[in-house]
């Protein structure tokens, strides 16, 4: 076995394990997040076109256990596919899809490193919180393959500069809360640039610059008040971006 399939075989167990632990417990990225934590998602979401129909493609990789998967579905009404090498993830995105039919939405098994898929099929690809799972350089040459010419790629992710929130990130790989691989490949500005260079237009939104401020404030002034102060510094203070907890970027038409 070579290093990078025992990585991604590293992956999968990690996240097997993680499905293991919540099943019968899912929950959707609203309940799963503070409010001082959802700008970015709320962001990522009204990124999606509204109403285009089931001939509209999307192709949502790395897809956990569907926690966006219902809401892209739902907002976009096109046809989605969203995968996920976890295959135990997979399971309770299907026993989602049980309870709450959709037949614009399929849940497939698969590494998207090995995905193959014909080209120039969909209209939009996505991914959430994923960037630092996969091979960057080969999964956005795929991504250009797979998307149409003014196709758009959608993603949401953390960036990796502000030293608080990776302390914070060291703790959960120490408490077995992350994989080394996800730590090591945390998105920065570089990556951002990479993303960008494939794409004619490029869009990037950061936010919770100041989110590290949340868990104190929370038992103060309550959720929705600490994440309405949050988001305001965020817009008084947009030179810090770097510092960024999260960032939301959409690339536009097809960088041949």
Request: aromatic fraction near 14%; charge should be positive.
């Amino acid at each position: 076995m070579d290093s990078r399939t025992s990585i991604k075989e590293t992956e999968r167990r990690f996240y097997n394990e993680c499905a293991e632990q919540r099943a019968n417990k899912y929950k959707s990225w609203r309940e799963i997040f503070p409010g001082y934590l959802k700008a970015p998602y709320y962001a990522y979401l009204q990124s999606f076109p509204k109403k285009v129909g089931g001939d509209f493609r999307i192709l949502e990789l790395c897809c956990g256990m569907g926690e966006f998967s219902f809401d892209i579905s739902e907002i976009t009404q096109a046809s989605v596919f969203a995968v996920d090498i976890s295959d135990k993830s997979i399971e309770i995105c299907r026993e989602q899809l049980d309870r709450y039919p959709n037949p614009n939405l399929t849940f497939l098994v698969s590494d998207v490193e090995t995905l193959e898929l014909p080209e120039k099929s969909f209209d939009i690809i996505c991914m959430s919180g994923s960037l630092s799972c996969i091979c960057l350089d080969d999964v956005l040459e795929k991504i250009k393959r797979w998307l149409k010419p003014e196709g758009s790629f959608i993603c949401v992710d953390i960036l990796g500069h502000n030293p608080l929130y990776n302390a914070k990130r060291w703790c959960n790989f120490i408490f077995g809360k992350r994989t080394k691989q996800t730590l090591l490949g945390i998105p920065k500005i570089d990556t951002i640039e990479r993303i960008s260079r494939c794409f004619e237009k490029t869009e990037v939104n950061f936010f919770g610059i100041f989110a590290f401020m949340g868990p104190f404030l929370k038992p103060l002034i309550g959720d929705e008040k600490s994440a309405r102060f949050v988001n305001f510094l965020d817009r008084c203070f947009p030179f810090l971006k770097k510092y960024a907890f999260k960032f939301v970027l959409v690339g536009k038409g097809v960088r041949e």
